[in-house]
């Protein structure tokens, strides 16, 4: 199938991706999936050479490691150094029709190697020049570098967990930060299209990552001090409590959220705690905010009170939202993500057999599609090269 061929609301949009790790390419991803051609840029330094990613953990070829083949599928690598003259033409005639122009280079690092926006306009005027930083632009911390760690503490995310329950902060056990800010960073270059679209009209895009995940973080633990003067209570009360957690049950644990006044009052009866509901602490949603500590302990003690198999027939049967806790492995046999196809077994030509997940986005007329495994470093100089009569 070629490139054009492709099916999926981005087919024709051609992208060209200097990204790397995790941020970047979480959002090519996307892009991929979605039917762009993403030719994705690599180092052709000695060595390990090409995206880092590729080396961590291990894999059949020894650089197709996992975090890297779940980042990278409906991608071609070509490898180039963009230090060479060579490199330099290349990357000239690759940006010259490109739609969109993607990296996670820091600026000065672009305008050494005369890839600043500026200089890739000269080339495309119509180009969508989207940069994934780590701090915006006129701020102290403009030069640093960002890594999800240093995002995750700067953001105030790494303090909810002291919030909690009195703990030391600590990261969350994810990557939290580079894969929000990576879907920040999609959306933000199909705005950009979609204006180009209408108008004709390039941009320069830039996606700081301390000031996006401090957004994604504040929506809701703002809270507080969001009506001026403020109170000083930031943190949403009840995502913040340490209550809040799955439940312990008979025989393992669940997870249930009554959110109705009709669904508490039911699910109290069902354990057998009937006058719970109509205590004042709990008879309306704004005192069960303020009172959320005592209400998730009188959910913990109920919850013991049945298997969870016994509590997912009671909660089903009254439509109260409730859902089976997995540990991580039984994601993999989950038996609805088992019915619609979610985990999928592919055959990658040089590394074998591996498990992929599909997109998860369904599109009625424009579907998302597999139609590249993961490629290995440079698989595709040779032949993108020689489309450009290079």
Known sequence: MTESARPGPLSGVKIIDMSSVVLGPLATLIFGDLGADVIKIESGQSGKAGDIMRYAGKSPTGDLGPIYTNLNRNKRS?????????GKTALTALLKDADVFFHNV????????????????????????????????????????????????ASGFAHLSMMRDGS??????????????????????????????KTGEGQF????????????NMVENLYGETFLPGNGKVAYTRS???????????????????????????????????GVFEDPRFSTYAARTENITDLYAIIGEV??????????????????PA????????????????????????????????????????????????ALDPPRLGADTDTVLASLGL
């Open 240 to 274: 913040v409590n340490a209550n809040r957690k799955p439940y312990k049950t008979k025989d393992g644990y669940i997870a249930l959220v009554p959110y109705s006044d009709d669904q508490w009052e039911t699910f109290f009866e069902m354990g057998g705690r009937k």
């Open 78 to 86: 070509v490898q180039l150094d963009a230090k060479s003259d060579q």
């Open 323 to 370: 859902m089976r806790f997995n540990q991580m492995v039984d994601v993999l046999s989950d038996e609805h993500l088992s019915a619609v196809g979610f985990f999928e077994e592919r055959h990658h030509p040089e590394a074998g057999p591996y498990r992929s997940m599909k997109h998860p986005v369904s599109f009625s007329k424009t579907p998302a599609d597999v």
């Open 205 to 216: 895009v830039s996606v700081p990552m301390l000031e996006t995940f401090t957004f994604f």
């Open 168 to 197: 030391a902060p600590s990261y969350a056990p994810s990557l939290v930060a580079d894969k929000t800010v990576g879907l920040f960073a999609t959306y933000a270059t199909l705005a950009a299209l979609f204006h180009r679209q």
């Open 303 to 320: 919850a013991q009170q049945k298997t969870t198999d016994e509590w997912l027939t009671l909660l089903d049967q009254a439509n109260i």
């Open 106 to 153: 820091r600026l000065a690092g672009m305008a050494r190697l005369g890839l600043d926006y500026d200089s890739v306009k000269a080339i495309n005027p119509s180009i969508v020049y989207v940069h994934c930083a780590g701090f915006g632009a006129g701020g102290p911390y403009e030069k640093r570098q960002a890594y999800d760690d240093l995002i995750q503490a």
